[in-house]
Each structure stands twice: as C-alpha cells, then as structure tokens.
C-alpha cells in the first residue's frame, strides 16, 4: 500500500528531514583525519534530542539473532556500502565515509546521507563520489507525475554503469513517512517504465549506492555493516523528494553540508 501524502503532511516532513540536513551539517564540520565515528554519532544523538527529534536508527530492530541498531548514524567507511556502526578507529586521511542519518519528528521519518571525503582523497574516489551525487539527481529529476518508479531506477543505473561503477541490488530506496520504509521499493536499477505510477503527493527517500568496482555486496559478521564484495570503496547519496504540482521537491537540503565544507575548507 502506497500512502500519498496531503500538503500539511509533507510540510511535516520537510521539518523531519530537515532536521536530519542540519544534523549532516554539524557533523561535516568535524570530519577530518584523526575523528572518532563514535564522536560524531554522539553530536548527532545531542542535536536531534535537543531539538525535540528522536534518532531513528537506534534501537533498530536486526535480523534474527542481531542486536538492535546501536547508534544515530550510519557510519559506512571505504568498502562498507551502508548500516556502519559508528566505532573507535579514527577516520584516517584519504577515507571516504558515507554518514546516513534518521529521525522522528511530529510522527514523520526523514531519512538522508551524504559521502564524505577525509583531507585529501584520490581522484577515483572523488569521481565515485561526483557520480553518485549526480545519479541522485538525476533519479529525482525523473520523479513526475505519470511516470513509474522505472524510470528513477533507470536514470540512475544508467549513469553510474556509464562510469563503470557497479550498482548495489541487495539495498533500494523507499517510500517514506509515517513508518521509515514504506513502499514503494526504489530501486537503483531497473527498466523505463516499469513499477508503480509516481502519483501527488508521494514521498520517497531515493538512494543511490554506487561501487567502484562489483555490485556484489556481503554482509558483515556484525549483522548489520554492508560491504562490496571486492572490497573496493563504495558512495551512498540519499534525499528525501516529494511529488508536488507533479513535480519533484526536495525536502532534505545538502545547503547545511555545503556551508560547512566551504568553511573548513
Ligand atoms: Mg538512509
Ligand atoms: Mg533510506
């Protein structure tokens, strides 16, 4: 069951991921060679209780047998694609780092992430990172009224494949809203003009996860912390968009991160 959302609805949720953008902001200001993720995670836990939000990711139901989701943050270093726990080891010059954050506010999700490079990275990685961004970008520009989901997963494959990038299958976006992961999948593959009709007043968290090299991904013994099968690095871009006037809305805002890099560097 898709829930398409009514104007006041969306304006909540705009409240929700933006909250988490400013999060993102806070924390791109500290990262550098030599940071503790586990730091990080902790200033991201402060801001959004402070703020009267409520981190989504902690206390997140694992599979079978796996402890609850520890942390605020996802904190998915180099080879780890998605669902890093934030630890001790500091961040090291050259590392990238996908930081995925959620929260409850009003009684609605936001859901986004942006990859980080650490100092100076190598050129690949920040083509990794470049092209990701835009295969964002242009996922979201195909979310029109009238058009299907395909045509999203489409415009995305598409330009990562065209890089030589792999495209994770295991792990899709999703709707969005009163519950984190709500249908439709999202998919950042797939075929024009498959899936459901992209209608007013739907909201999705599109999400890109993009390889250097392999698609193939395997988990890690952790339960949660996903990573590429050849160990190569991996981008992980996520906005929450919805369809108004029938056409696509950010409600997330990268404006936060993008100050706070100028700043630092
Ligand atoms: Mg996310
Ligand atoms: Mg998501």
């Given at each position: 069951?898709i829930?398409?959302?009514?104007?006041?609805?969306?304006?909540?949720?705009?409240?929700?991921?933006?909250?988490?953008?400013?999060?993102?902001?806070?924390?791109?200001?500290?990262i550098?060679?030599?940071?503790?993720?586990?730091?990080?995670?902790?200033?991201?836990?402060?801001?959004?209780?402070?703020?009267?939000?409520?981190?989504?990711?902690?206390?997140?139901?694992?599979?079978?047998?796996?402890?609850?989701?520890?942390?605020?943050l996802?904190?998915?270093?180099?080879?780890?694609?998605?669902?890093?726990?934030?630890?001790?080891?500091?961040?090291?010059?050259?590392?990238?780092?996908?930081?995925?954050?959620g929260?409850?506010?009003?009684?609605?999700?936001?859901?986004?992430?942006?990859?980080?490079?650490?100092?100076?990275?190598?050129?690949?990685?920040?083509?990794?990172?470049?092209?990701?961004?835009?295969?964002?970008?242009?996922?979201?520009?195909?979310m029109?009224?009238?058009?299907?989901?395909?045509?999203?997963?489409?415009?995305?494959?598409?330009?990562?494949?065209?890089?030589?990038?792999?495209?994770?299958?295991?792990?899709?976006?999703?709707?969005?809203?009163?519950?984190?992961?709500?249908?439709?999948?999202?998919?950042?593959?797939?075929?024009r003009?498959?899936?459901?009709?992209?209608k007013?007043?739907?909201?999705?968290?599109?999400?890109?996860?993009?390889?250097?090299?392999?698609?193939?991904?395997?988990?890690?013994p952790?339960?949660?912390?996903?990573?590429?099968a050849?160990?190569?690095?991996?981008?992980?871009?996520?906005?929450?968009?919805?369809v108004?006037?029938?056409?696509?809305?950010?409600?997330?805002?990268?404006?936060?991160?993008?100050?706070?890099?100028?700043?630092?560097n």
């Open positions: 069951m829930y398409l959302k009514n104007r006041e609805e969306i304006e909540l949720m705009r409240e929700s991921a933006l909250m988490v953008s400013r999060t993102l902001g806070i924390i791109a200001r500290e550098k060679p030599g940071v503790i993720p586990a730091t990080l995670d902790k200033l991201a836990e402060e801001y959004i209780r402070d703020n009267g939000g409520i981190p989504a990711f902690k206390g997140f139901k694992g599979a079978r047998g796996v402890p609850d989701f520890p942390a605020t996802c904190i998915s270093i180099n080879e780890a694609v998605v669902h890093g726990i934030p630890g001790n080891t500091p961040l090291r010059n050259g590392d990238i780092i996908s930081v995925d954050c929260v409850k506010k009003n009684g609605f999700y936001g859901d986004h992430a942006y990859t980080f490079g650490v100092g100076e990275i190598a050129p690949e990685l920040q083509k990794l990172i470049d092209v990701t961004k835009e295969s964002l970008y242009l996922g979201i520009a195909q029109v009224s009238g058009n299907r989901i395909g045509d999203i997963s489409y415009a995305i494959q598409q330009h990562a494949e065209k890089h030589g990038f792999g495209v994770v299958r295991e792990l899709v976006g999703h709707g969005l809203g009163k519950v984190m992961h709500e249908e439709p999948e999202v998919p950042n593959y797939g075929k003009g498959d899936g459901p009709k992209i007013e007043g739907l909201v999705l968290a599109i999400e890109p996860m993009i390889n250097l090299g392999t698609k193939n991904v395997k988990q890690l952790d339960g949660w912390t996903i990573v590429t050849d160990r190569k690095a991996s981008a992980h871009f996520e906005h929450d968009v919805a108004v006037d029938g056409k696509p809305e950010i409600l997330s805002s990268y404006a936060f991160i993008e100050e706070a890099l100028a700043l630092i």
